[in-house]
Nanobody, 119 residues
C-alpha cells in the first residue's frame, strides 16, 4: 500500500486548497478512505471519511467546509478545503483505515502534506 499526498501550501484565512492522495498497491475502489491531520504540538485528529459506496462523513470542525471525494478511475482521494481558518493549520494525511473500521484514523497513512493558514 502506498499513499502519496499533494496540494498543501500556505494560504490566507478564508482561502481554499485542494489536497490529493494518489493510492497504489491495493484495489482502491473497494476500500473506505479518510483524511486525518496533526496540528503542531497536538495529536492526530480525524477529519473526514468516504466509503467505497461514496457515502461521506465529517468531523464537526470541518463539516460544510471540507468536502471529501474520490475518483476510482484515477485511484485518487481528494479533500477540497474551503473557508480555511488558522486552526486548520496542520499536516494532512490520507489514510486507508483498518477494516472493520472502528477508528477512521487507523491504518496506513501517507507522508503527509503541510497546510498553513495565515495572513
Amino acid at each position: 500500500v502506498q499513499l502519496v499526498e499533494s496540494g498543501g501550501g500556505l494560504v490566507q484565512p478564508w482561502g481554499s486548497l485542494r489536497l490529493s492522495c494518489a493510492a497504489s498497491g491495493f484495489i482502491f475502489s473497494r476500500y473506505a478512505m479518510s483524511w486525518v491531520r496533526q496540528a503542531p504540538g497536538k495529536g492526530l485528529e480525524w477529519v473526514s471519511g468516504i466509503y467505497s459506496g461514496f457515502r461521506t462523513i465529517y468531523a464537526d470542525s470541518v463539516k460544510g467546509r471540507f468536502p471529501i471525494s474520490r475518483d476510482n478511475a484515477k485511484n485518487t482521494l481528494y479533500l477540497q478545503m474551503n473557508s480555511l481558518k488558522p486552526e486548520d493549520t496542520a499536516v494532512y494525511y490520507c489514510a486507508k483505515p483498518n477494516v472493520p473500521i472502528t477508528d477512521w484514523a487507523s491504518g496506513v497513512r501517507g507522508q503527509g502534506t503541510q497546510v498553513s493558514v495565515s495572513s
